[in-house]
């Protein structure tokens, strides 16, 4: 299906009334930014999938509670965000965390472009953060490539104020030895 020229506003009306080709035109907008999103916290392509699939139908479903029509994608953005941590939050109490050796491209307009990927030192810094601890990667995925402030950190972790400081402090500290020995 070709790309139409229809705003997101105009697309998300026809959602509402059950228009499966503006889903679809939605879904081929933000798929790859909603994928790239929970492959950074669950770490599993297939899981991944899943769960952006998963949240776009939550989304379509619940188009009726979305205030702002211009927010959509930070909205959508979120559902995926709380789906990954949900999943990952499953996983560590499963002791099923999965950790993959694939760097996958994160999106443009929030974290590193696909000019910056090739760059040796934002391989260099993350594939250092894959071998971080579990929580110091996912708290540092969430504050540097994410964006998310403590506040918002502490929400998703479900962790206080304090322990987020200092997790996200401590993982900083443990990818600077680790970049440092892997420069040397």
């Known amino acids: 299906m070709t790309s139409t020229n ?21 879904y081929n907008r933000y798929n790859k930014d909603m994928y790239n999103t929970a492959i950074r916290i669950v770490k599993d392509s297939f899981i991944a999938e899943d769960i952006m699939q998963e949240s776009f139908l939550t989304a379509f479903t619940k188009l009726n509670t979305l205030q702002d029509t211009n927010l959509f ?10 789906n990954s ?27 590193i472009n696909k000019n910056e990927q090739n760059n040796d030192k934002v391989k260099l810094i993350l594939d250092a953060m894959k071998t971080l601890k579990p929580n110091y990667n996912l708290s540092l995925s969430l504050h540097l490539i994410e964006g998310y402030d403590y ?7 479900d962790i206080t104020p304090a322990n987020c400081r200092t997790m996200i402090s401590r993982a900083k500290e443990s990818l600077r030895k680790k970049i440092i020995l892997k420069a040397s």
């Open 151 to 157: 506040e918002e950190i502490c929400e998703i972790m």
């Open 73 to 82: 994608g930070a909205w959508l953005k979120r559902i995926v965000v709380n």
């Open 6 to 26: 229809q705003n997101i506003e105009q697309l998300l009306q026809l959602c509402q009334s059950g228009n499966q080709r503006a889903q679809l035109e939605i």
């Open 85 to 111: 941590i949900g999943y990952y939050n499953k996983a560590v109490k499963q002791n099923e965390v999965y950790l993959d050796s694939v760097i996958y491209k994160v999106e443009v307009d929030n974290g």
